[in-house]
Each structure stands twice: as C-alpha cells, then as structure tokens.
C-alpha cells in the first residue's frame, strides 16, 4: 500500500531538513514524498534540492506563490498517486523511524478510510523535550469538543477524491472543517492507533495570539452550520475547553 507525504512550506528553511530527514528515515518503503514550497526567499528551495537526491525518485515538489497553507495542501493532494495521504508540517517530524510502518499496519489489518493517532508538542529549539501530550482516544462526535489531531491523520486518497479537499474560505480552520465534513457527516470509517507518530513544534499560526484563537473558534462554529451540524454554542465552548484540557496531557 502506497502512501504519499505532503509537506507544505514558505520560508521553512531552519526546520525542513528535519522534517524531510524524519521521512527518509522511515523503515516502510512504499513511499511518495511531495513537498509544495510557496515560492521561499530563504534558501528553503536549495535544501529541497539537495535532499530531493536521497530519495530515488520517491520525492517530487513545486515551488510556486498560492493562496495559503491550504491551497498548497491542496496542490499536494492533487499531485498524490499513493493509497494513503498523510499530511507532516515543515516544522514537525515523525517520531520515530518505524511510524509510517504501523500506520500502514493499521490499514491492512482492518477495513478502513483513515486511521488517527496522538502527538507531542516540542519545543521550537529542541525537538527532545515534550512541552505537551495531545492524546486523542476513542472516537466521539465533533460537538461534545472532541476531533483527531489533524497531524496524527491519515486518510485514503479516494475519500478526497469523493468529499473533497481543503475549503479556501477557511483562513485557520480548514482543517477542522475537513474533518468535520469527512468524519462526523460523511461518516467515513476510521481507527484509532494508539501511539504517538509525530513532535509537532510549539508555535503555529492559529495559537501564536489571542485574536487568532478567537478567529478560529468562528470559523469553527461556522463549520458546523455549514455541515448541517446543530450545535448550541455555549455547551460546545465549554465542551472544546475540557476536551483540550484532557488532551493536552501532562
């Protein structure tokens, strides 16, 4: 079974060669590796190139202006030929060697659309020190304030294919919304692995200030109405708040 990587960047140059290190280290072979560079100034392109020889024709990549992290998400989806599409940050990596094996061992051993899993947030200056644990645990409806990691997900191509990709209108919560609409409505199959797959570090765009949170949080809310979804706002914001309050173990 074939998955394909997508890592997104703009000016990612003090992280990517981690990030692609993390995939060429991985133990599973079957692998198409994409990464989609917003046109970089910061000499992020020449690391692409001087990996892109490690890979044996395994990785290909674009570096082009777009409209945002989700538009290029979306190009790399689009370039994708693999079973699997998993989606790994220009400033996260996996966590260890063998996690795409046992990503790939959950989809054999069951019959299934996605599979999610938990993650850690690291430091920025040092991936080794677990700042927070994101533990996801067992399935529950978007509304009662639970959802995967969208780091720790990985979903068949042909759910794309058929449900869609990333929506443009989403400035913070595009993610969220996918998931929303692939897994609460769409009610695609998923499982859950109990295992940590990627060190995400700490300081993303949709956390990195107040007004940011809040803007997602609309959006959020927004995505629900758009997905015929009822949710009655207040129990819902307290909901996300304890959900992330379990979530972010210690």
């Known amino acids: ?128 020190v677990i700042a927070r644990k ?13 959802h995967p990691a969208h780091p720790a997900l990985y979903i068949k191509k042909n759910v794309y294919d058929k449900y869609g990709l990333f929506a443009l209108n989403y400035k913070l919560a595009s993610d969220f919304e996918i998931m929303l609409r692939f897994i609460d409505r769409h009610k695609i199959k998923i499982v859950y692995l109990p295992e940590v797959v990627v060190k995400m570090r700490l300081g993303g765009k949709t956390n990195k200030n107040i007004k940011n949170i809040f803007l997602q949080n609309i959006e959020i809310l927004r995505a629900f109405r758009e997905n015929s979804i009822n949710v009655n706002i207040f129990f819902y914001s307290i909901k996300r708040l304890i959900s992330k309050l379990l979530q972010y173990k210690k």
Do not use: H
Request: glycine share 6%.
């Open 134 to 146: 994101w533990i996801t645990g067992k399935q529950k409806l978007f509304k009662t304030g639970w």
């Open 1 to 128: 079974m074939k998955i394909s990587i997508i890592t997104v960047c703009y000016n990612s140059a003090a992280t990517i060669r981690d990030t692609i290190e993390s995939v060429l280290n991985q133990t599973y072979s079957d692998i198409e590796y994409i990464v989609v560079d917003g046109n970089s100034k910061d000499g992020t392109v020449s690391i692409i190139k001087e990996c892109e020889l490690k890979f044996n024709g395994k990785m290909k990549w674009l570096s082009e202006p777009d409209k945002g992290l989700y538009d290029a998400m979306n190009k790399g989806i689009q370039m994708a030929t693999g079973d699997i599409v998993g989606i790994l940050n220009s400033d996260d990596i996996f966590f260890d060697s063998k996690t795409l094996e046992k990503i790939i061992l959950t989809f054999n051993s069951e019959d299934i659309n996605a599979v999610y899993a938990d993650l850690y947030y690291v430091l920025a200056d040092n991936t080794d």
